[in-house]
């Protein structure tokens, strides 16, 4: 078996990462070659957890005149329906894997259960976790951080649309510099907006070490997995 940094990770994915080109609803193409990649993490011996947003379907502030909670519980359920497509497309390839919600809906999937949780990853399943925490005003990069302490995973791998952490958008500033190793506390102090200040201090207070990675080449998910170094890594 092929040397492995990292025995057990957790992946976020957003849900425009599913989305493909524009961002919206499941495309197939873009979801297929993701799995591809996590079915090659798999073989690799790798413990593989999960948490998918929901931002393809629904994000908080298209309800800006909609009570937050009620929002919040929108966007969870998008979140879910990311997670089914994730498993039917993982299972399609010959993976077992187990869907956990954070809000109960036993017909269609198991409630988050920390040590079922754990039981599943140490059988080679891969566990995917949708509804964010449970709870709104709290993000899906929340519930990764959360769930990634929970499960004791190595590392979070943080898929983005662009390929690590800069000091600016630099979709906007041409300018921006790419920083290739920061802290939690750089990123808390520069407000760079990497994930959510909750999530940020969540990880920084565990000691969770994350690296953010383009999701437009999701080869980058098995260099990583082999030591290579992609994106920027946080710690």
């Known amino acids: 078996m092929p040397e492995i940094k990292y025995k057990r990770i957790l992946l976020k994915l957003s849900g425009e990462a599913l989305g493909g080109a524009e961002g919206r609803g499941v495309n197939a193409g873009t979801l297929g070659k993701i799995c591809d990649q996590i079915k090659n993490i798999v073989n690799l011996g790798v413990e ?3 948490v998918v947003g929901g ?3 629904w994000r908080g502030k298209y309800g800006h005149q909609m009570e ?5 519980y929108m966007g969870m359920l998008a979140t879910t329906m990311n997670g089914l497509a994730l498993q039917d497309s993982l299972e399609a390839r010959g993976l077992t894997t187990r869907l956990q919600t954070a809000i109960e809906m036993r017909q269609i ?24 925490t449970g709870n709104p005003f709290f993000t899906t990069d929340t519930a990764a951080a959360l769930r990634s302490a929970e499960i004791e995973a190595d590392v979070i791998l943080l898929a983005k ?3 690590g952490v800069y000091s600016a958008d630099p979709k906007i500033d041409s300018t921006a510099i790419k920083y290739d190793e920061i802290t939690y506390l750089d990123i808390l102090n520069k ?3 990497v994930m959510d ?9 565990n000691k969770i070490p994350l690296i953010v ?9 098995v260099k990583i997995i082999k030591g290579e170094k992609i994106g920027t890594y946080i710690k």
């Open 48 to 50: 593989v957890a999960i």
């Open 55 to 57: 931002g393809n379907f």
């Open 68 to 72: 937050r909670t009620t929002s919040d």
């Open 109 to 132: 999937a198991e409630p988050y259960i920390r040590r079922r949780a754990t039981n599943h990853l140490s059988k080679g399943r891969v566990v995917i976790f949708a509804c964010g």
């Open 161 to 163: 649309t662009i390929d």
């Open 191 to 193: 407000d760079l907006k």
């Open 197 to 205: 200040s909750t999530a940020t201090s969540l990880c920084k207070d």
């Open 213 to 221: 990675f383009g999701i437009d080449e999701p080869e980058n998910m």
